[in-house]
C-alpha cells in the first residue's frame, strides 16, 4: 500500500518500486490523502475541475506503474492534520486491503533535503500513517466501529519511507527508470509552464543515480525501512539493494 498526500507523489516518492513490486506480480494499491486542488496556479480554474483532472492524472500514471487500485480520500489538499480523522480513515484502508508493506512520507522535516520534501500535507500524512500502522490497525479497541463493518485488525509487517537523510535501505530501480518518469509527467497538469518536462525532472533522475552510487547499482530509490516488529533497540537495518 503506498499512501501519499497528493496525486503525484507516489510517482516521485516510490515510482520504480511500484514499478518493480507490480512487475513481479505484487498487488499495489494507492491510498491518496488529498483532492490535489492547491496543485495549480490558474485562478480560473475552479477546485472542481482541478479535483477531476489531477484524480484522472493520478489513475492514468497508477495504471502505467502497476497499481491494482487508485483510493481517493478527497480531503482539502493544505489542510492535513494526523488527526484521528485521518487515522481511521487509513487504518480502514489498511485493514480492508491487509498489506504487508506500507510506502508513505516522512513524518519530520528535513532540514537537509530541499523544503517541497517537507510540505505540511506530507508530513502530516506520514505521521497519521505511521500512527494507522502502529498502534491503530492492530488493535481491535481501536475504533471498534471498524469491527462492525468486518475491518478485522491486521499487522502490517513494513513501512518504508524516502530515506531524504536517514537512510538505510535501497531499491534497484535501474530497469524502470524510463516508465518511472514518464508516470510523472502523466500528471500534465503540474507541467503546464514548462517547455521541456524531461528537462524539468533532471533532479529527479540526478537523485537517483547518486542512490544507485551508494547502492552499487546505475538508480536506486532510498528509503528508512521500518520493520514493525523489530525489537527495542535492534540495530538499523544494513543499507543494501533489494533482491
Known amino acids: 500500500m503506498v499512501i501519499t498526500a497528493h496525486p503525484d507523489d507516489a510517482e516521485y516518492s516510490f515510482g ?33 475541475d482541478l479535483t477531476r483532472r489531477r484524480y484522472a492524472e493520478q ?21 492535513l492534520t494526523p488527526d484521528v480523522p485521518l487515522r481511521r480513515a ?3 484502508e489498511i485493514r480492508r486491503h491487509r498489506p ?12 537537509v533535503f530541499p523544503i517541497g520534501a517537507s510540505h505540511p500535507d506530507h508530513l502530516a500524512t506520514g ?20 469491527l462492525s463493518e468486518g475491518l478485522t485488525p491486521h499487522r502490517v509487517q513494513e513501512v518504508w519511507i524516502p530515506g531524504h537523510e ?45 542512490n544507485g552510487q551508494v547502492a552499487g547499482c546505475r538508480y536506486a530509490e532510498s528509503y528508512r525501512r521500518i520493520i514493525t516488529e523489530a525489537a527495542a533497540g535492534a540495530e538499523a537495518v544494513t543499507a543494501e539493494a533489494a533482491p
Open 166 to 210: 536517514h537512510t538505510d535501505f535501497y531499491v534497484d530501480v535501474s530497469p524502470y527508470l524510463t516508465r518511472r518518469i514518464e508516470a510523472i509527467q502523466r500528471h500534465k497538469s503540474q507541467f503546464a509552464d514548462d517547455v521541456d518536462p524531461t528537462a524539468a525532472l533532471a533532479w529527479v533522475v540526478n537523485r537517483l543515480s547518486g
Open 16 to 48: 520504480g518500486t511500484v514499478a518493480r513490486l507490480a512487475d513481479a506480480g505484487t498487488e499495489v494499491v494507492y491510498v491518496v490523502c488529498t483532492d490535489g486542488s492547491q496543485g495549480g496556479e490558474d485562478p480560473s480554474v475552479s477546485d472542481a
Open 127 to 146: 505521521e497519521a500513517a505511521l500512527a494507522a500502522v502502529y498502534p491503530d490497525a492492530r488493535n481491535p479497541r481501536a475504533y471498534p466501529e471498524l
Open 100 to 111: 504487508e508493506l506500507v510506502l508513505t512520507h516522512q513524518p519530520l522535516r528535513s532540514l
Open 90 to 92: 487509513l487504518t480502514r
Open 59 to 79: 489513475q492514468d500514471a497508477a495504471d502505467l506503474l502497476g497499481a491494482t487500485e487508485v483510493v481517493f480520500l478527497g480531503l482539502r489538499d493544505g489542510s
